[in-house]
């Protein structure tokens, strides 16, 4: 993150940062250990600084990337969340996004036709698993395509996580990419399971997620869940609207994704201008 921040804002790359994660890069052994996001980010953080410029890191933009495509592009669409391990075809909504954004900066960046071809491949699998109020399930058999479970469904994925990928499949000519970002969008607007927004204007706040309302205190019962659909090949459904309840949090960093998806379009009015964000004056 803070190579890709100092790239997009130029602003010097402070020294201690510069050291300790070029020399976490130049041990390739330790990159067996990179989960999707750690790589995802580190990916678009070399990009960023290569393409600022700085020659220093354009070293590990196509070793890096051929890591990825060779450890975490699964063949079915999704990226697995690890190297390797148990843990690996369980994949999380945000190991798409972030490793799908990373193949989108550096295909970009190097015209590498495949990496392109990856992240492209990755948005069409999620838009075929995208739920019919338009939710972004959460969890994945990468290793097979398949949804594991849907819960929780979290507002930061529908209205800046999905949006921030859509934005790059929308310029790549992604079919549907548009329209599975307005729907998934508008399910933060109410068009959810439980017909509200999650939406909180008179704090500037959001609510986090709508989750099985038995499983807000713990996440035994969703991890034995997916597992037990993993090795049954089970498909994941939506359960009972009576069943599905809120969790009342709002974190910082689900602010700054929506800042970031959108901060620079002016060609959505309909969802960034809604009147659930209450009274604001629309761009003439």
């Known amino acids: 993150m803070a190579l890709w921040a100092s790239a997009e804002l130029e602003f010097e790359l402070p020294e201690q940062v510069r050291r300790e994660v070029k020399a976490l890069l130049s041990d390739q052994s330790e990159w067996e250990s990179f989960r999707a996001q750690d790589l995802g980010m580190l990916l678009t953080g070399v990009v960023a ?5 700085d020659k220093e890191w354009g070293r ?16 079915s669409g999704l ?20 490793l799908s ?12 036709a495949s990496a392109l071809a990856n992240a492209d491949a990755c948005v069409r ?24 479970d849907f819960y929780e469904v979290y507002s930061v994925h529908q209205y800046g996580m999905a949006p921030a990928l859509l934005e790059w499949a929308e310029r790549y000519r992604v079919p549907g ?7 998934g969008f508008n399910w933060v ?21 709508q989750i099985r309302k038995q499983e807000l205190t713990t996440r035994v019962p969703r991890m034995l869940r997916a597992i037990k659909n993993a090795y049954s090949g089970r498909d994941a ?22 800042l970031w998806s959108f901060g620079q379009r002016a060609d959505l009015l309909e969802l960034t201008h809604n009147a659930a964000f209450g009274k604001m004056p629309v761009p003439a």
């Open 79 to 98: 990226f697995f969340d690890a190297a390797s391990g148990f843990r690996r075809r369980f994949a999380s909504f945000a190991t798409q996004i972030y």
């Open 125 to 148: 699998k999620l838009i075929a698993l995208q739920g019919p109020d338009g939710e972004w399930p959460w969890f994945f058999d990468a290793a097979a395509g398949r949804v594991l």
């Open 60 to 75: 590990f933009v196509a070793p890096l990337y051929r890591f990825l495509e060779g450890r975490f592009y699964s063949g």
């Open 49 to 53: 600084r290569a393409r600022a410029g």
């Open 101 to 112: 954004i990373a193949c989108y900066h550096y295909g970009e960046f190097a015209g590498e």
């Open 237 to 258: 459904v939506l359960m009972e609207s009576s069943g599905v309840g809120l969790r009342l949090e709002c974190r910082s960093y689900e602010l700054g994704w929506i």
């Open 177 to 183: 990419a548009r329209n599975a970002l307005i729907k």
């Open 189 to 209: 607007l109410g068009k959810n399971q439980l017909r509200r927004s999650m939406l909180v204007p008179d704090l500037g706040l959001s609510i986090r997620s």
